[in-house]
């Protein structure tokens, strides 16, 4: 027996043909579990997951990775494998929020395969209910499934990491190419994705040391990351995306997101970090503890923003659920593990459904369309000439995407000047855009937000449309006068016109107002 021989004991004290009954009823109420979910929140597209979708719709069209298409490229989006695969399905034709869905919703359904089928393995069937239990009955699972971004798909990567992990320490054969490619497929889903897959590659490759194979795949990867990386430097001017020069280093941000993670994943947490007590669990322990430190250590440094139910949070929530499962067998008595697991899953079940930030996401999506949508195609069909197509506005995603109008983030994630210091007034007022879009709490403007001089921005505009997107959350459309009322037709006729279909007159973010939704869909 290997020091991390955690399969051990379930063969032991499993008869070697027993029934799969139970193991497939648990399955199956997982799957109606996750596809319900699913379900539940498949309305929900957040404004980020437009700014890499406009990426992707520049890149289909062969004008490359790029925010505008006149001027010096900008790298706004930090998940460059999303955008590629994003701009596939451009050129596929399919919708990019349906297309990203269905990706989420395939590589969801195989995170939960995994979890139950390396939970069963390790840990039997307990680690199967805990693993996949814990994953399915949170509920901010599915809301990072239908977010749009690379949420998803980057825990699942992480995941088969660990998993793979798990099969070396355990001395199991782990195809030679595997690692390295996830290794490239996570760093480039997300630039901190090469250091949560790090403790496991390293551990990997020290293992195949004398492995040519392994080598060569290694050498490969590596070959493929730098060039990656040279010809981001050289075709965005920058050492890092954008977006870092924007968020990173808020440590007191960071602070705070940490001990707010640990309090809702605190039972995965502790039970994860038990395996370290026990000798034979110790290194894989050690293992999923180092990769999901690694993943966490940059979020810590940073505070992200826009981090919505947890989301920076659920890249490694997957591996803090596997290790939970893990710890079913032999850490415990039976009775204690079976008090542990319950415990486990029902607080992150809870915390999950009693997560603050809930009720507004979950009325996000029809918010986001009878405001930010409806902007950005009422824009698309304005009577504007093309060389006066051009917009300012700080939420940076719905609205430029489906307009198509040259763009101006005055927030500074897609635009470098700002990022890098600039005034954002001072951008805004030299670039003098046809329209400005500022974000109010109501539908008369405050004198600052976001860093910009709102009276100052627009002064000498016309105010054509005020929309509210949700209480306290409204979206005001200056226009220079020459083209005002052009853009308020067909703005505010696509209001109109998505108003009835999402949720009309109601602003408010509750909890009921996303039930009655759902019991709209379900009983017309």
């Known amino acids: 027996m290997t020091a991390s021989a955690i399969t051990e004991p379930a063969r032991e004290t499993e008869p070697r043909r027993s029934s799969n009954r139970p193991l497939l009823a648990i399955s199956a109420g997982l799957a109606v579990v996750f596809l319900v979910g699913t379900w539940a929140a498949w309305f929900f597209t957040v404004d980020d997951a437009y700014i890499s979708f406009r990426y992707a719709k520049n890149l289909a069209e062969g004008h490359g ?7 010096q490229p900008v790298e706004g ?15 596929l034709g399919i919708a990019l929020p349906l297309f990203t869905k ?18 069963k393995r390790h840990a039997g069937l307990g680690g199967a209910i805990v693993a996949g239990g814990a994953f399915a009955l949170f509920v901010p699972t599915y809301f990072h499934l239908t977010s749009g971004l690379e949420t998803t798909a980057f825990a699942a990567v992480l995941l088969r990491v660990a998993v793979l992990g798990l099969r070396v320490l355990d001395r199991n054969p782990v195809r030679a190419w595997e690692l390295p490619a996830l290794l490239l497929l996570a760093g480039t889903l997300r630039p901190e994705g090469v250091l949560a897959a790090l403790p496991v590659f390293a551990v990997w490759i020290w293992h195949e040391r004398r492995s040519a194979p392994a080598r060569w ?10 060039g990656y990386f040279v010809w981001r430097w050289q075709f965005y001017g920058h050492l890092l995306p954008n977006t870092f020069y924007v968020k990173f280093g808020h440590l007191d941000a960071g602070y705070l997101w940490s001990v707010h993670t640990a309090k809702v994943l605190a039972p995965l947490i502790l039970l994860t970090l038990a395996l370290i007590a026990r000798r034979t669990t110790r290194a894989a322990g050690i293992l999923l503890t180092a990769t999901v430190a690694a993943t966490y250590v940059t979020y810590a440094a940073s ?16 591996v803090l659920c596997l290790g939970a499962g893990i710890a079913m067998k032999g850490l415990l008595l039976r009775s204690a593990a079976a008090l542990a697991g319950t415990v486990a899953v029902a607080w992150t079940a809870i915390a999950g459904a009693t997560a ?12 986001l369309q009878r405001s930010h949508v409806a902007i950005g195609k009422g824009l698309a069909t304005a009577a504007v000439p093309p060389g006066h197509r051009t917009l300012a506005v700080s939420d940076a995603g719905a609205i430029p995407y489906y307009s198509g109008w040259e763009a101006i983030d005055y927030i500074g994630l897609n635009d470098a000047a700002i990022a890098h210091g600039a005034d954002p007034t001072a951008v805004v007022t030299a670039a003098r855009p046809t329209v400005v879009i500022i974000t109010a709490f109501g539908d008369t403007v405050q004198s600052e937000r976001y860093g910009l001089r709102n009276l100052e921005a627009t002064s000498g505009y016309v105010k054509a449309v005020s929309v509210a ?13 020459p083209y005002a009322d052009a853009v308020r037709a067909t703005v505010t006729a696509e209001i109109d ?11 408010q973010d509750t909890i009921p107002r996303w039930l009655a939704r759902l019991e709209r869909q379900l009983f017309g």
């Open 65 to 71: 990775p790029v925010w505008n298409l006149i001027g």
């Open 77 to 91: 989006f930090t998940n460059f494998a999303w955008v590629v695969w994003s701009a596939f399905g451009t050129l």
């Open 102 to 119: 269905l990706t989420a919703l395939v590589l969801g359904a195989a995170t939960l395969y995994q979890l139950v089928s390396a939970g």
């Open 217 to 226: 795949y290694t050498a490969a990867a590596f070959v493929l990351g730098a």
């Open 303 to 318: 505070g992200p923003t826009m981090d919505y139910l947890g989301r920076f949070a659920m890249h490694a929530f997957p």
């Open 356 to 367: 603050p930030d809930l009720a507004a996401t979950a009325n996000y999506g029809p918010d």
């Open 469 to 481: 997107s949700r209480e306290g959350y409204w979206e005001n459309v200056f226009v220079l006068p």
């Open 497 to 507: 016109r998505a108003r009835p279909a999402n949720d009309p007159g109601q602003l």
